[in-house]
Nanobody, 127 residues
Framework: QVRLVETGGGLVQTGDSLRLSCRHSGRSSSLYSMGWFRQTPGKEREFVAAISGSGSTMYYADSVKGRFTISRDNAKNTVYLEMNSLKPEDTAAYYC????????????????????WGQGTQVTVST
């Protein structure tokens, strides 16, 4: 059974940093790309970042480019999202996700391409 568990959310101030973790279990995680999405109440889930199974390819939403870094440690079956220079508009529930097909990274910014999702972790950035 594939399971994704996010940790690391919290309440921070503008300009602070936070690192989210997503532990992937139930299959060989290095074969699968991973994505981070975020969602606020009443809005659709928004793409944040994605990384290939090997960790050699990363993509970012324009809104986080230069501030957020996605990485992974396949030995620990964990994907990270390092968030720096946080802004109030980064406030959201953050979810990690993974597709069902190995090596798949087409349409990486579309939530419909991901079969497995974590439960989410809340990030709140105060002014």
């Amino acid at each position: 059974q594939v399971r994704l568990v996010e940790t690391g959310g919290g309440l921070v101030q503008t300009g602070d940093s936070l690192r989210l973790s997503c532990r992937h279990s139930g299959r060989s995680s290095s074969l699968y790309s991973m994505g981070w999405f975020r969602q606020t109440p009443g809005k659709e889930r928004e793409f944040v970042a994605a990384i290939s199974g090997s960790g050699s390819t990363m993509y970012y939403a324009d809104s986080v480019k230069g501030r957020f870094t996605i990485s992974r440690d396949n030995a620990k079956n964990t994907v990270y999202l390092e968030m720096n220079s946080l802004k109030p508009e980064d406030t959201a529930a953050y979810y990690c996700a993974s597709p069902s097909r190995i090596y798949y990274m087409i349409n990486y910014d579309s939530s419909s391409e991901y079969a497995y999702w974590g439960q989410g972790t809340q990030v709140t950035v105060s002014t």
